[in-house]
Structures are given as C-alpha cells and as structure tokens.
C-alpha cells in the first residue's frame, strides 16, 4: 500500500525497467504457431484453442450501412477478469497488476488481479501458473461480491465474453512483485491519466459500487423508473434484428490479404497483423499472434444532462458484429470519426457532431485509455461524458434512452446488458467509485 501516489509511479517505473519487452509488427504469413487455412483463409492457433480469425456477413437492420462484411476474433472460451479486495481501517483496497500486453501503447498497464482466457489458466501454451487463480475458481478462498459474464468488443469479437469478478478476502494475502494494493479513492484518481489502467481492470471496476455499497439514488429520482427501462430495452431488443453468417475469410468483399496484413481496399475501419512478442515476465515468454489495428482513434462518449438535480446519461440500445443478444446498451457515441470524414449527414452516428463540439466546459470526462491489448494493437479511444444542459431535448429518438448513472450500474450485475464501452464510461466517472480520500 502507498502513502502517497509518487511512491506508486516509482513502483510502476521500477516494474518498467526490471523486466524486458520487446513488440514487432510481422508478417501473418510468418506467425510462428499459427496456420492460414488454405481453402478459407481464416486463421487458426496449432492447438486448436486460444482464438481464430474467421469471416462474417452481418445484417443489422438498425445501423448505417445495414449490412456489411469483415474479419472478427471467434474466441469461444470463457476468461477470468478477476480482483482481489480487502478493506483495512475502513478504507477499501483492490489488488492490481503491472501487466504487459503486446497491444498496449506504453505496453505496461494495470490490470486486473487475474487477466487470462480459459486457455491460459489451464495452461495450453505449457508456460507458468496464473498467480492468484485459487481465488476466482471453486472452491474459493473468499467472498464474491460481484460476479458477472460480460461481453467483450462487439465490433470485433463474435459473442465473446469473459466472468467479470470481485472477490472480498479478510486473510493475509502475499504481494507478489508484479502486484500491488491501491484503495479504490487512488483507483478513481489513476483512472484520470492517459493509458494507464487497462480494459480490462475498467470493466470490472464498473462493478466496484457493488463491492463500496456507492450506489445510493432512489427510483423517485430518476426520469423513468425501472419498469419503463425494461420495456424500453425489451421492445428495442425484440423490435430490431441481427443476422449473421460465417464465411471463409478469403471470400470478404472490400477486404484484401497482401503484404502480411489483411486490411479493407479503402484503408478504413481496422486491418489485421501479426506481431512477434518478447516479454519476461509472463507464462510464457516468448509467442507471436494476429491483432487487430484500428485505422484511427476512436470516440466512446456519454451526453448527459441534468432532470430534477440528478445527472442522466444519454444511452444508446446498441448492435454489433459480434453482439451475443441483437442489442446491449452502450455509449451515446462510439466510432471512429476518421471513418465518416465527408460522409453525408444521413450516413454520421447521430450526435457524433454533438461531441466533437464540445466545448471544454461541458467536458465532465476527457480521457485516452487503450483498448484489449491482447487482441487489438495500438487501439486507443478518447472516452467523454459531456454534460449538454438542460436545453438539450429531453425526448431521445427511438432506440435511446435516459438512465441515471445509478440505474446504468445497476443493470451490469447481468450479462448482455451493458456493453464494454459504457463500462469503461462508467469507471471513468469517479461519482460511481467510492470518493473514499486518497491517503
């Protein structure tokens, strides 16, 4: 545990320069452990586990354009995204990683307590035990006090999802060097800066209110109760429709194999790589892999406004490629912006406009954060929550809905109902995170 946040920076720099990372962009055509099909082109690991990229052709009758096709991760295997927790003297504590990802920006990042797909866990790759498993994995040693399969980028992933947990311990717990003890009031302040807690750590630390007993707002509070949120989010589920076929990767219109990389003939939306990566302190030291490179950075953004003195946020019942269950609720915005540069008003994400025009007074959040490290190379999103004022319309159209910030926690308890870019959202925003004081 740190008395101050300048003794964690040192500890995170001295985690930085103790171990050796190495990433370099590489052909697919040279992965070492992975085979292209030569019939359909998808791309499998030698084991048979781990992931594959195969094709799809998605039909989605609520997004612009309503139907397209391209590669996506088929990863079936459920992981563990699991922190450990512990209150002394009243405050509350969570056990947090220094993990490399090959995809990462600066490459080190805090994660999760356990970070690792069913693959790893049970050691497929023949490398070193996940620490700190016996936790998360029964029997347990401790108390969950949030457990929940959530699922993971729709937009890349094919109904992926991993068991999001937090786990409350009373015994003595050993620290390894890789770890440390940080109370969720420095959680909440180290979320503020740029690149430094991963994807994963934010998806479960969306459920930490559960775990500080932070969630307070009444019914009577919120513009609509739940019941209305519930039929709201049922009728856009049944109403909509999503239809999706797996086709050989090879057969993809727009999309090309040269060079080493897979990539659209515009040069829009993302391209497929390989790496070759080098890293001394995980299971294994040394591996290579595809990953998903976006074109550009992207925007994940809440707009939010005031009803009655309480804040609500603008929620949009959103379809992906890989959605398991037709719609999740998500951001009010969530694309890449360089995607629809000159496009015609029609084919923009409705309030993409509004939160490119923000100005810095309405920004409540505004801060870069890496996506997936482990699938997505260099993918990195400028999250905001904007507060638009009271004269912005308080009828939403079809397919969006008001929620307090409250009501939107409370709903990722359950699976497929929140997606992975309003959980990270919602971690961002340190009224959902306990306001305990920094020591």
Same mark, same amino acid.
């Given at each position: 545990?740190?008395?101050?946040?300048?003794?964690?920076? !040192?500890?995170?720099?001295?985690?930085?320069?103790?171990?050796?990372?190495?990433?370099?962009?590489?052909?697919?055509?040279?992965?070492?452990?992975?085979?292209?099909?030569?019939?359909?082109?998808?791309?499998?690991?030698?084991?048979?586990?781990?992931?594959?990229?195969?094709?799809?052709?998605?039909?989605?009758?609520?997004?612009?354009?309503?139907?397209?096709?391209?590669?996506?991760?088929?990863?079936?295997?459920?992981?563990?995204?699991?922190?450990? &927790?512990?209150?002394?003297?009243?405050?509350?504590?969570?056990?947090?990683?220094?993990?490399?990802?090959?995809?990462?920006?600066?490459?080190?990042?805090?994660?999760?307590?356990?970070? !690792?797909?069913?693959?790893?866990?049970?050691?497929?790759?023949?490398?070193?035990?996940?620490?700190?498993?016996?936790?998360?994995?029964?029997?347990?040693?401790?108390?969950?006090?949030?457990?929940?399969?959530?699922?993971?980028?729709?937009?890349?992933?094919?109904?992926?999802?991993?068991?999001?947990?937090?786990?409350?311990?009373?015994?003595?717990?050993?620290?390894?060097?890789?770890?440390?003890?940080?109370?969720?009031? =420095?959680?909440?302040?180290?979320?503020?800066?740029?690149?430094?807690?991963?994807?994963?750590?934010? #998806?479960?630390?969306?459920?930490?209110?559960?775990?500080?007993?932070?969630?307070?707002?009444?019914?009577?509070? !919120?513009?609509?109760?739940?019941?209305?949120?519930?039929?709201?989010?049922?009728?856009?589920?049944?109403?909509?429709?999503?239809?999706?076929?797996?086709?050989?990767?090879?057969?993809?219109?727009?999309?090309?194999?040269?060079?080493?990389?897979?990539?659209?003939?515009?040069?829009?939306?993302?391209? /497929?790589?390989?790496?070759? /990566?080098?890293?001394?302190?995980?299971?294994?030291?040394?591996?290579?892999?595809?990953?998903?490179?976006?074109? !550009?950075?992207?925007?994940? &953004?809440?707009?939010?406004?005031?009803?009655?003195?309480?804040?609500?946020?603008?929620?949009?019942?959103?379809?992906?490629?890989?959605?398991?269950?037709?719609?999740?609720?998500?951001?009010?915005?969530?694309?890449?912006?360089?995607?629809?540069?000159?496009?015609?008003?029609?084919?923009?994400?409705?309030?993409?406009?509004?939160?490119?025009? &923000?100005?810095?007074? =309405?920004?409540?959040?505004?801060?870069?954060?890496?996506?997936?490290?482990?699938?997505?190379?260099?993918?990195?999103?400028?999250?905001?929550?904007?507060? /638009?004022?009271?004269?912005?319309?308080?009828?939403?159209?079809?397919?969006?809905?008001?929620?307090?910030?409250?009501?939107?926690?409370?709903?990722?308890?359950?699976?497929?109902?929140?997606?992975?870019?309003?959980?990270?959202?919602?971690?961002?925003? #340190?009224?959902?995170?306990?306001?305990?004081?920094?020591?």
């Amino acid at each position: 545990m740190f008395d101050d946040m300048s003794q964690f920076h !040192a500890w995170l720099a001295e985690r930085e320069l103790a171990n050796e990372y190495r990433v370099s962009v590489t052909s697919l055509d040279s992965l070492d452990g992975w085979r292209t099909d030569p019939e359909t082109g998808n791309i499998h690991h030698h084991s048979g586990r781990f992931f594959s990229v195969i094709g799809v052709n998605v039909d989605a009758d609520s997004r612009t354009p309503a139907a397209w096709s391209q590669p996506i991760i088929l990863q079936p295997e459920i992981g563990i995204l699991g922190i450990l &927790a512990k209150r002394v003297d009243g405050t509350t504590y969570c056990l947090m990683q220094a993990k490399m990802e090959p995809g990462n920006i600066n490459l080190l990042q805090l994660s999760p307590t356990v970070q !690792a797909t069913r693959s790893n866990f049970t050691r497929v790759h023949g490398g070193s035990a996940v620490p700190y498993l016996e936790y998360f994995r029964t029997p347990r040693r401790g108390r969950p006090v949030f457990d929940s399969l959530q699922s993971e980028q729709g937009s890349w992933f094919l109904g992926k999802r991993n068991r999001n947990m937090i786990v409350e311990v009373e015994e003595e717990v050993p620290v390894g060097e890789n770890f440390c003890w940080l109370s969720t009031g =420095q959680l909440a302040e180290l979320m503020r800066i740029p690149n430094l807690v991963n994807m994963d750590a934010r #998806t479960v630390l969306s459920g930490v209110s559960f775990l500080t007993g932070d969630r307070h707002q009444r019914d009577g509070e !919120a513009r609509h109760p739940l019941g209305h949120i519930l039929s709201w989010f049922t009728e856009v589920k049944s109403q909509q429709q999503l239809k999706r076929s797996i086709v050989p990767l090879r057969e993809l219109p727009d999309w090309k194999r040269s060079r080493g990389t897979i990539h659209r003939l515009d040069g829009r939306h993302f391209s /497929v790589i390989g790496v070759d /990566v080098r890293a001394s302190d995980r299971e294994v030291r040394s591996w290579s892999q595809p990953m998903f490179r976006p074109s !550009a950075r992207g925007v994940i &953004a809440f707009l939010g406004r005031h009803f009655d003195g309480t804040f609500h946020v603008l929620v949009h019942a959103r379809t992906e490629a890989g959605t398991a269950d037709v719609v999740e609720m998500g951001p009010t915005v969530a694309c890449i912006p360089d995607n629809y540069a000159g496009a015609v008003d029609a084919e923009r994400p409705r309030y993409l406009d509004v939160v490119l025009g &923000a100005s810095p007074s =309405q920004l409540l959040v505004d801060i870069l954060h890496s996506e997936e490290g482990g699938r997505f190379y260099h993918a990195e999103n400028r999250y905001l929550v904007i507060d /638009v004022g009271e004269d912005f319309p308080a009828e939403p159209p079809y397919g969006y809905c008001w929620l307090t910030v409250d009501q939107l926690a409370g709903f990722i308890r359950y699976g497929n109902h929140v997606n992975v870019g309003a959980r990270c959202l919602l971690s961002c925003m #340190t009224d959902l995170i306990s306001q305990e004081a920094t020591p």
